[in-house]
């Protein structure tokens, strides 16, 4: 599709977000399984209830702009976001390490999807779709949240753990 106006880059911005809300669904019970940490196992398996929720969202957004679902570009920064933590994942490394390299991976999405769901957000509040502004930014508020959320973790203990097991 050839974008020729500014609701055009909006509509492209919102197919871009669900292309990568989907592969992040996919993505997220391998970080979890992955991790060895409960607590960012368990911040995995949330956050992929909450990035249904962002799908489904997005869902409601695009069928009230008329926006097809089907033959949406596949977005290739979440793709190679998820391929950088698949790496992680293969590495060999001390459990300690490995945690606190997938909240690595994990918060390089989050600033992703806050930086896309930002200018979705604002592109909707200057085209008048004040509703749609609001459902974005509950959106991020959520992402924002995940990624306060990881570094927390971080920093309560993970990161401590994988210097020690480093020494």
Known sequence: M???TFEDLFHHELKDLY???KQLTKALPKMAKAATNEDLKQAFEDHLQE???HLERLEQILTQLEIPTTRVQKCKAMEGLIEEGKEVME???EPELLDAALICAAQR???YEIAGYGCARTFAQR???NEIADML???LDEE???DKKLTEIAESFVNQEAEAAGS
């Open 137 to 139: 930014q509950t959106t």
């Open 51 to 53: 990035t249904e929720g």
């Open 2 to 4: 050839k974008m020729k």
């Open 19 to 21: 292309s990568a809300e």
């Open 109 to 111: 999405v989050e600033h």
């Open 127 to 129: 085209l008048g779709h």
């Open 144 to 146: 924002g949240n995940a």
């Open 91 to 93: 590495e060999d490394m």
